[in-house]
């Protein structure tokens, strides 16, 4: 029985945050400390993303893959996305280098602004957990196979994501020819 990632994750936070309290975190000397690890951190993970990106294009994988998803969370009807597997992988690559650079500017005007040091110490630890987790990382950086939780399209992170539904070619028809006769049937 596997444990839920996000258990660990509040478990681990929980757990940097008992440990920081034995730190001085106010010293001035513990500062640059904090910021020489955060900065360690935010370059570890830019260098993971870029491995990933040069085994994206050396592998240049045109397999097709059909799923569903929800581009808007209020509408009923999923839609249809038709890419391969590298441009799906390009673009979560896009989303996850977006992702990583908004991170850093709120971390950094937190930290500028406010002078806060915890926030730098626990995305020190819990930055490279979630690097470590990300499904690029798992199949581009460390080779894991891309099945099971790892198996295209990927799971929605956070509690109120929405996951990609696989799709196969024969529902995909299926599916397009009810769409057909409906907008045959409003015609008339």
């Given at each position: 029985m596997a444990i839920n990632s996000q258990i660990i994750n509040l478990v681990v936070f929980f757990g940097i945050l008992q440990i920081s309290n034995y730190f001085d975190l106010d010293n001035a000397a513990?500062?640059?400390?904090?910021?020489?690890?955060?900065?360690?951190?935010?370059?570890?993970?830019?260098?993971?993303?870029?491995?990933?990106?040069?085994?994206?294009?050396?592998?240049?994988?045109?397999?097709t893959l059909t799923y569903?998803?929800?581009?808007?969370?209020?509408?009923?009807?999923?839609?249809?996305?038709?890419?391969?597997?590298?441009?799906?992988d390009m673009g979560k690559l896009k989303e996850a280098v977006r992702g990583?650079?908004?991170?850093?500017?709120?971390?950094?005007?937190?930290?500028?602004?406010?002078?806060?040091?915890?926030?730098?110490?626990?995305?020190?630890?819990?930055?490279?957990?979630?690097?470590?987790?990300?499904?690029?990382?798992?199949?581009?950086?460390l080779g894991k196979q891309a099945a099971g939780d790892l198996a295209r399209p990927w799971k929605a992170p956070g509690p109120f994501g929405q996951a990609a539904k696989p799709i196969t070619e024969k529902e995909l028809k299926a599916q397009e020819k009810k769409e057909a006769k409906k907008k045959m049937n409003r015609q008339d």
């Open positions: 513990n500062v640059n400390y904090l910021r020489a690890g955060y900065a360690t951190m935010q370059l570890v993970a830019l260098t993971a993303f870029y491995l990933a990106y040069t085994h994206i294009q050396a592998k240049n994988d045109q397999t569903q998803e929800k581009k808007n969370p209020m509408d009923q009807a999923p839609e249809t996305v038709r890419t391969t597997v590298r441009d799906y990583q650079f908004i991170a850093m500017a709120i971390m950094a005007f937190i930290h500028f602004k406010w002078f806060y040091l915890r926030p730098l110490l626990l995305q020190s630890i819990l930055g490279l957990r979630t690097i470590y987790q990300a499904p690029l990382v798992q199949i581009h950086v």
